[in-house]
């Protein structure tokens, strides 16, 4: 069975491997160069070639028209070649000029291979061939439409600052630059991706990123089998733990001034063209109730706020479950007066409180999905709809018990508490109410203890997902996970991720 | 030999904490000793005292042959004395998890849910347990220390609770029927620690300083179990000798202003406890298994392990369950007297001067 899965997996997923051929340098032959990229791109209206001639040799402009800006175009390339007074008549000779003497842009580069060449047309950059020469010139002019940075949407903060990445990772690269105006913040290009060719960039702090991590990280990337990768998300995959776990090990943040402090921590921070979020490794599982204004708020409120999100988590989670656990087996524990409340309420309903709160949490979670995916002023509708026919509606028809909806509704909010592990505790929620339905607290405990080894079992880059409560590292453990000190102690010495790794 | 993942002794000590106060907590009247409550203290003196007794040949083993088990000294004989002593202590340990899960199955059925099958719930333990084993050792450990603070975390809570209840007059004079039923009850304890061999098994898989480590156990082990008394009898006297759980009876009863009915916290931390000490004992039957035979085999050991005692219980449930409460003292006695005295006795002295001509062997 599992052999016929995994050939059927292969049978539909099949790639057609070709042999990769060497590349193909750049002739002297100017025809042959054209011919070879006119095969390679095909008619592509927006892959432009220009002719033209220096001095009395035949030469080649090519650019993509909608990735560079023309006025650059315009300025960098053309108008000084074609105004150059001492251009040399040997075809290499003109080659060097216009590289050394000629261009006023900084950002360009030889090539040596036709494959390059057309790679950098993709991305934007003109390309200069000269018959006669067997190099090409690359000159950085991109210019292609983008969005501008903007607010963060996903990682709202009360006193951060308001800016968030965007989908061009050299303007990401310039946010995070802009803030850490050190040396040592390193940016290395890799590409990912056999058709789309997507360039990641690997940034890190060079003396506090343990050198094996970032090695580790460049590796997985560099043997990531991607065909086409437009998002983050994609090569998530590739740096996750071994272990199966519902938590992600592989961080995610929209923000720079985050990306900053993890790279300070001696994390390796993955910017993705075309995805204004970046990833983080390695990524503890007590990141997750992390967030910048942390820092920014007096410690003692930013314990309280730790200790919320805490709690948020463990209700989020766990109350659901509880609820139906002992609505169905462990009445005995409840306070008189409550338990008469409830039992009254319940009684009422026509269907056992492990169905009514699968039903209504599967309710929430359609009008939550629907809220999200419509346009904004659709999604309102969908979730007054949502609120009058599950608040109301249902509780009058006598469907759904009161204490049922404050539970979802407690449940809900406080998920929202710890937005960034939403979805895995979303469906641990299913999981214990069904757990709790069927085993009451028994259940839950041993689901508890299920995902507790689960996740002592991830490990992140060398690093345990549970770190710095298992194993325990007290230092790290009062200085910043369930109360954060002060700035003045904080301050004195950087936390560096490599220290927790025994 | 493979290289094992190790993890530190503190881990280590956590999880063997863990398993002797389920032995703590799991307490049970049932087949015990009438006695004057107050005799249970010097009871705990000397099972303490009996418990370094037998762990005289593990300090020997720890002196002479530091960071290797049994099995590791065994071969220095030959390999199938190794795999023979692996086989047993493999069996001793699934006994062990056999016992436990005796137990759970003892408060779940009477406590938990008295009118309901349990079956399916020794199915759904005993699968968990499988699970948590299969993730190895480190998992293991750090799950230990995490279930450990949560434990003294919620025991705190429940001796606080219960603290305004001692009544010094609850208190039974010592010895009022004589030493002889703190004794017997100091050598029922004292067998009970399973937990000396379990040591001695994960020797080679440990960093650190093992005989701290140790020691810390004995002596959090002293600790714990005077202050559960001392709650226990000084709040509810001569009624915890009449509970089925006395220590689950106390849990109930205690109370902080407006709250109650803290046994939900006590079946919490007994159900989590349970958990990691089967997970551990099935890893340790894998590991020994794995270390003689099929290494690659590693799931297979823990799965058979754990439909064999899910099997055994449910099928023979009353007979096994009731076994282990009423199995005679001196049964147990020789048992434990076997896998702590007797069989590394043998081992060591097997293995006496074969190391130091195996290590010139593997020099020249």
Redesign the interface.
């Known amino acids: 069975m599992r052999k016929w899965l995994k050939s059927e997996i292969e049978r539909v997923t099949e790639r057609e491997s070709t042999p990769k051929a060497p590349p193909a340098p750049i002739e002297t032959d100017i025809e042959k160069n054209i011919i070879y990229f006119k095969e390679k791109l095909g008619a592509s209206f927006d892959i432009l070639y220009k002719q033209t001639f220096i001095g009395e040799n035949k030469a080649f402009l090519i650019m993509d028209d909608g990735m560079c800006d023309n006025l650059l175009v315009t300025q960098q390339v053309v108008n000084p070649i074609m105004t150059a007074e001492k251009m040399p008549k040997d075809a290499p000779a003109q080659m060097a000029y216009i590289r050394d003497q000629i261009s006023s842009g900084i950002d360009q580069k030889e090539i040596y291979n036709l494959d390059d060449a057309v790679t950098e047309v993709l991305s934007g950059v003109v390309v200069l061939l000269i018959d006669g020469a067997s190099v090409g010139e690359a000159f950085g002019v991109q210019g292609f439409p983008k969005r501008s940075v903007e607010d963060a949407q996903t990682e709202v903060q009360e006193r951060g600052a308001r800016e968030a990445f965007v989908e061009s990772f050299k303007d990401n690269v310039a946010l995070i630059r802009r803030r850490v105006r050190s040396p040592v913040a390193r940016f290395e290009i890799q590409e990912v991706g056999v058709t789309s060719k997507t360039r990641v960039c690997v940034c890190y702090f060079a003396d506090r990123a343990s050198a094996q991590t970032v090695t580790e990280v460049k590796d997985r990337l560099q043997k990531a089998e991607l065909d086409v990768v437009l998002g983050a998300g994609y090569l998530r995959p590739f740096l996750e733990s071994e272990?199966t776990s519902m938590f992600s090990s592989v961080g995610s943040t929209e923000r720079p001034d985050i990306a900053c402090a993890e790279m300070a921590e001696g994390r390796v921070v993955i910017l993705v063209d075309g995805t204004p979020f970046a990833l983080i490794v390695p990524y503890l599982f007590s990141e997750n109730f992390q967030s910048l204004d942390d820092y920014n708020h007096r410690p003692y409120y930013s314990a309280f706020i730790r200790l919320l999100k805490f709690l948020a988590f463990a209700v989020s989670v766990f109350l659901p479950g509880l609820y139906v656990a002992v609505c169905t087996?462990?009445q005995?524990?409840l306070?008189m007066a409550l338990l008469y409340d409830t039992a009254i309420q319940e009684s009422i309903t026509p269907f056992p409180v492990m169905l009514e709160a699968i039903f209504i949490h599967f309710i929430y979670e359609i009008v939550r999905e629907a809220g999200l995916r419509m346009p904004k002023s659709v999604g309102h509708a969908v979730s007054i709809v949502g609120a009058l026919v599950i608040g109301d509606a249902a509780v009058s028809a006598g469907l759904i018990a009161a204490p049922m909806l404050i539970v979802v509704a407690m449940t809900a909010i406080s998920s929202f508490v710890v937005s960034k592990i939403y979805y895995p505790v979303s469906i641990l929620r299913f999981a214990f109410m069904v757990i709790g339905g069927l085993?009451?607290?028994?259940?839950i405990?041993?689901?508890?203890?299920?995902l507790?080894?689960?996740l002592?079992?991830v490990?992140t880059f060398g690093t345990?997902f549970?770190a710095p409560?298992?194993?325990?590292h007290i230092g790290a453990l009062i200085r910043d996970l369930f109360v954060r000190l002060s700035w003045t102690r904080l301050g004195k010495r950087e936390l560096k991720i490599q220290s927790l790794e025994? | 030999m493979q290289n094992t993942p190790k993890i530190?002794v503190w881990?280590l000590f956590a999880v063997l904490l863990l398993s002797r106060l389920l032995t703590l907590l799991t307490y049970t009247t049932l087949g015990a000793e009438t006695m004057q409550n107050s005799d249970y203290f010097p009871s705990v003196v000397f099972a303490v005292l009996l418990i370094l007794l037998f762990s005289v040949l593990l300090f020997v083993q720890m002196h002479r042959f530091p960071g290797q088990d049994l099995v590791d000294i065994a071969y220095y004989r030959s390999p199938a004395f190794s795999k023979c002593i692996s086989v047993l202590l493999a069996v001793y340990f699934l006994a062990v998890a056999l016992e436990t899960l005796a137990r759970l199955e003892l408060f779940?059925s009477t406590v938990?849910?008295p009118n309901r099958q349990s079956a399916?719930?020794i199915l759904?333990?005993v699968a968990?347990a499988c699970?948590?084993a299969s993730?190895?050792i480190?998992?293991?450990?750090?799950?230990g220390?995490?279930?450990l603070s949560l434990f003294a975390a919620a025991f705190l809570f429940i001796m606080f609770a219960m603290a305004e209840k001692i009544d010094f007059l609850n208190f039974s004079p010592m010895f009022y029927d004589g030493v002889m039923p703190s004794l017997t009850e100091g050598l029922r304890a004292a067998t009970r620690s399973a937990e000396i061999v379990m040591f001695a098994a994960m020797l080679p898989r440990v960093s650190g300083n093992a005989k701290k480590a140790y020691a810390a156990w004995i002596a959090a082990f002293l600790f714990s179990s005077l202050t559960v008394f001392f709650f226990v009898f000084g709040g509810l006297g001569y009624f915890a000798l009449t509970q089925l759980f006395p220590i689950h009876a106390v849990a109930v009863l205690s109370e902080i202003s407006v709250f109650?009915?803290f046994?939900?916290l006590l079946?919490?931390i007994w159900?989590?406890s349970a958990?990691?000490k089967i997970?551990f004992l099935l890893y340790l039957v894998s590991a020994f298994l794995q270390k003689s035979f099929r290494a690659s085999w590693k799931n297979r050991y823990i799965a058979v392990s754990g439909i064999l005692i899910s099997a055994v219980q449910i099928f023979f449930a009353g007979s096994f369950t009731g076994y282990f409460y009423t199995v005679g003292l001196w049964t147990r006695t020789i048992i434990f007297a076997v896998f702590t005295v007797l069989l590394p006795a043998i081992v060591l002295w097997a293995a006496k001067g074969k190391k130091g001509e195996k290590d010139k062997c593997e020099t020249l």
Request: aromatic share 12%; glycine share 10%; charged share 10%.
């Open positions: 272990v087996f462990h005995e524990i306070p085993t009451g607290f028994y259940g405990v041993l689901g508890f203890g299920v507790l080894s689960n002592c079992a490990k345990p549970t409560v298992a194993p325990m025994k | 530190s881990q779940v938990i849910f399916f719930l759904i333990c968990a699970y948590a993730l190895g480190e998992a293991l450990g750090r799950t220390a995490v279930s109650q009915r046994d939900v079946t919490g159900i989590l958990f990691v997970s």
